[in-house]
T-cell receptor, first 111, second 121 residues
Framework: SQKIEQNSEALNIQEGKTATLTCNYTNYSPAYLQWYRQDPGRGPVFLLLIRENEKEKRKERLKVTFDTTLKQSLFHITASQPADSATYLCALGGDFNKFYFGSGTKLNVKP | DAGVIQSPRHEVTEMGQEVTLRCKPISGHNSLFWYRQTMMRGLELLIYFNNNVPIDDSGMPEDRFSAKMPNASFSTLKIQPSEPRDSAVYFC???????????????????FGPGTRLTVT
């Protein structure tokens, strides 16, 4: 079965720096990959989708890359702010609209 | 739109009791998902429906779990009998799935409800 790995350790960075989160996967060839943000006590909120034939996708301060050879996606937040502190989940899909979620990485942006 | 609505927000029950979780998806969405989230296992997909029809229930842990979607605006997840290991946050999500000539259109963005925190003692 598919396996999705996100760093379970929290990522602590200073405000203004670029945060980079990693999503690795095995035993799967997703056609699509999504990134979500989850705040405590709330459901995940969609951020970006990238397709297997796309190398990079940007949205404001967010950038996502998708390397199907390395089986890896990187999620970048530039000029990070304390308000970016949250848990970020990657989700892999391809079978109709069924997505498998990683366990998430907690980001702490310190002022 | 009010977004995905789930009820109850919190449920505390005793082992062996029946639990029913409810979800109202966003109007116009044709796909509905039930997830369970725990610290140990993260966010697990239990079952999903497309146009009110269950497409994949392979994530349902065992026969104690069942889900229904009698119409486009309502779904239930039932646990009978409940056990302490069922304690988790249960999320419902909906999306609009559009596939034209086999190609995904749009982002398949899933809109999550606020979740139901279930505690089984």
């Amino acid at each position: 079965s598919q396996k999705i790995e996100q760093n379970s350790e929290a990522l602590n960075i200073q405000e203004g720096k670029t945060a980079t989160l990693t999503c690795n996967y095995t035993n799967y060839s997703p056609a699509y990959l999504q990134w979500y943000r989850q705040d405590p006590g709330r459901g995940p909120v969609f951020l970006l989708l990238i397709r297997e034939n796309e190398k990079e996708k940007r949205k404001e301060r967010l950038k996502v890359t998708f390397d199907t050879t390395l089986k890896q996606s990187l999620f970048h937040i530039t000029a990070s702010q304390p308000a970016d502190s949250a848990t970020y989940l990657c989700a892999l899909g391809g079978d109709f609209n069924k997505f498998y979620f990683g366990s998430g990485t907690k980001l702490n942006v310190k002022p | 739109d009010a977004g995905v609505i789930q009820s109850p927000r919190h449920e505390v029950t005793e082992m062996g009791q029946e639990v029913t979780l409810r979800c109202k998806p966003i109007s116009g969405h044709n796909s509905l998902f039930w997830y369970r989230q725990t610290m140990m296992r993260g966010l697990e997909l239990l079952i999903y429906f497309n146009n009110n029809v269950p497409i994949d229930d392979s994530g349902m842990p065992e026969d104690r779990f069942s889900a229904k979607m009698p119409n486009a605006s309502f779904s239930t997840l039932k646990i009978q009998p409940s056990e302490p290991r069922d304690s988790a946050v249960y999320f419902c999500a909906s999306s609009l799935a559009l596939r034209v000539a086999g190609v995904l259109e749009g982002t398949y963005e899933q809109y999550f409800g606020p979740g139901t925190r279930l505690t089984v003692t």
